[in-house]
């Protein structure tokens, strides 16, 4: 998931046409992305709770840069 977010560019070109989440709005699917992972690394406390730590902290710091 990470790889994937990673190869989201938010000034991209998505499908304005078929999308119908987002109307193409790439950054949009980059913060759900982000959003996404965020959503893993909590269920992932249960089983390991520092690696959850770590994809928790690299969602937000990934969300953060999106933002600035």
């Known amino acids: ?6 190869e989201i560019a938010p000034a991209g ?5 078929g999308d119908l989440m987002y109307g193409g709005d790439m950054s949009e699917w980059k913060k759900f992305a982000n ?3 965020l959503r893993l ?3 992932l406390t ?3 709770a520092a690696t959850a730590q770590s ?3 690299a969602s937000a710091r990934a ?3 999106e933002r600035t």
């Not at 998931?1 to 990673?6: F, G, I, M, R, V």
């Open 1 to 6: 998931l990470k790889t994937a977010s990673d």
């Open 13 to 17: 070109i998505g499908f304005a046409t």
């Open 35 to 37: 959003s996404l992972r």
């Open 41 to 43: 690394a909590m269920h």
């Open 46 to 48: 249960n089983v390991d």
């Open 55 to 57: 994809e928790a902290a």
């Open 63 to 65: 969300s953060w840069r």
